[in-house]
């Protein structure tokens, strides 16, 4: 073997040390880089998978409560009903009575018993009619007003359309 071969192989162990150096440095860190980025990416799918799992569990939860308050719903207005049906049998039960007037009872200036006659019961259309019977009983605006329930304004009203008619 000739001396050139060993200078040609150590020359070719040279190059072969210097390209590995060479790609250590420069190519391996960006290999390095892409690396590290993967582990990254791998690492964000992991946190958006625990995400979605949290956010599946919440959303069942809420469904769960959900449907726990649409059951109860579903109770108040079974209840409900059968409170509108119990009011509506008592008030079939019990007709409805007259409403009462609020304040002090008004006294009727009418006294049937005083003047000694029974008292009898007088079919009226119009408060125009009414005024006119108790004008005609000797009632005054204030007795006539207290006995109808109305103003003494009105009164005096109906009694001008008598006196221009």
């Known amino acids: 073997m000739n001396y050139s071969y060993f200078v ?3 020359f070719v162990f040279f190059l072969l040390c210097l390209f590995m150096q060479f790609y250590a440095k420069k190519i ?9 980025k993967e582990q990254k990416l791998f690492q964000l799918y992991q946190n958006m998978e625990e995400m979605m799992d949290d956010l ?5 939860s809420v469904r769960e409560e959900f449907e726990g308050d649409k059951l109860k719903m579903a109770g108040m207005m079974d209840q409900m009903e059968q409170i509108q049906n119990l009011l509506t049998q008592q008030k079939q039960a019990f007709p409805q009575q007259p409403k009462r007037k609020r304040g002090r009872p008004r006294k009727n200036p009418i006294k049937a018993e005083q003047k000694g006659e029974p008292a009898k019961p007088v079919l009226v259309k119009s408060k125009y009619e009414q005024v006119q019977r108790l004008i005609s009983q000797g009632l005054g605006e204030e007795g006539i007003a207290q006995a109808l329930g109305i103003s003494k304004g009105e009164v005096s009203l109906i009694l001008g359309l008598k006196r221009s008619v």
């Open 8 to 10: 040609f192989a150590l």
């Open 28 to 36: 391996r860190p960006k290999a390095n880089n892409e690396m590290q």
């Open 56 to 60: 599946e569990a919440y959303v069942q």
